[in-house]
């Protein structure tokens, strides 16, 4: 079964931290750009961060800029996004996509466009994990 699996999410104070992960099944990510997006409730899905596929680019929407922190572990076939100083915007089910051979000057576009650089679907998504920040 070739799927990504999110986890870390749950309950958290506001200024509080969460690190969310990403993990491979049934292929590696190795070679793919990957990407945390998310939804807020009423809201559309959104672009958090993504990064390329030789982690050369990375981005970050700028409402998470300077707070939020994506990174890859291809030894664990993982991506993690490491979420402080959370506020209850930052509440939404958040979701990882995979696209394969993002390069460094698509990464933006992934993010934003939620499809590769010819306009087609991620090649994978998981499920979601819901972060949830209240006081």
């Known amino acids: 079964q070739l799927q990504l699996v999110e986890s870390g999410g749950g309950l958290v104070q506001p200024g509080g931290s969460l690190r969310l992960s990403c993990a491979a099944s049934g292929f590696t990510l190795n070679g793919y750009g990957i990407g945390w997006f998310r939804q807020a409730p009423g809201k559309e899905r959104e672009g958090v961060s993504c990064?390329?596929?030789?982690?050369?680019?990375?981005y970050y929407a700028e409402s998470v800029k300077g707070r939020f922190t994506i990174s890859r572990d291809n030894a664990n076939n993982t991506v993690y996004l490491q979420m402080n100083s959370l506020t209850t915007e930052d509440t939404a089910v958040y979701y990882c996509?995979?696209?394969?051979?993002?390069?460094?000057?698509?990464?933006?576009?992934?993010?934003?466009?939620?499809?590769?650089?010819?306009?087609?679907?991620?090649?994978?998504w998981g499920k979601g994990t819901l972060v949830t920040v209240s006081s």
């Open positions: 996509g995979a696209d394969v051979d993002v390069a460094d000057n698509a990464i933006q576009a992934m993010c934003v466009l939620q499809a590769d650089a010819g306009n087609h679907a991620m090649d994978y």
């Open positions: 990064i390329s596929s030789s982690d050369g680019s990375i």
